[in-house]
């Protein structure tokens, strides 16, 4: 198994965003999935993955998936740039010479792991950014999202 434990953690900038709406933040990309709590309109979230209509975001409220439509973009430049500039949306191959690559709860090295992933395993990358790539997996009947450390996800093909 490859650990990520003496690697340095990558500390990415914000990327703002702010509720147009009051909006249910949810447990997984579902609607019918468990709702965590409501966050208010007007409150700014963090974006970190964008999974088809379902934004992945954390706030000072928690950690959840909101509708994308009901975000909207700060003007924030460092976080705009960031956003537009980030490697995203294409099928990554995890490369690591046999071994396992533990998927990650959040960017760092002591976050929980959420399961593992195989030498070759194909993956769908939703961006990397420095160190961490974050990514969508499909095993054993269940869908899992997490982090990576992204020397490990070599591009396989792109999303149409």
């Not at 703002?16 to 309109?41: A, G, V």
């Not at 690591?96 to 990650?104: A, Q, Y």
Request: charged share 30%; hydrophobic share 30%.
């Amino acid at each position: 198994m490859i650990s990520e434990l003496m690697l340095k953690n990558f500390d990415e900038s914000n990327i703002n965003f702010k509720t147009k709406i009051k909006l249910n933040l949810r447990e997984k990309p579902d609607i019918n999935s468990m709702k965590l709590k409501s966050i208010p309109e007007g409150k700014m979230v963090k974006l970190n993955c964008v999974d088809g209509k379902w934004a992945e975001v954390e706030s000072n409220y928690d950690k959840g998936w909101l509708l994308y439509k009901y975000l909207e973009k700060l003007s924030n430049a460092k976080s705009n740039n960031i956003l537009e500039n980030r490697k995203r949306n294409y099928i990554g191959n995890i490369k690591t010479n046999g071994l396992n690559l533990e998927l990650r709860n959040d960017r760092t090295t002591d976050s929980k792991i959420i399961t593992t992933i195989p030498d070759g395993f194909k993956v769908e990358v939703c961006y990397s950014v420095g160190k961490w790539t974050r990514i969508n997996i499909h095993k054993n009947g269940k869908r899992y999202s997490g982090y990576v450390y992204s020397q490990y996800v070599e591009e396989y093909s792109t999303l149409t």
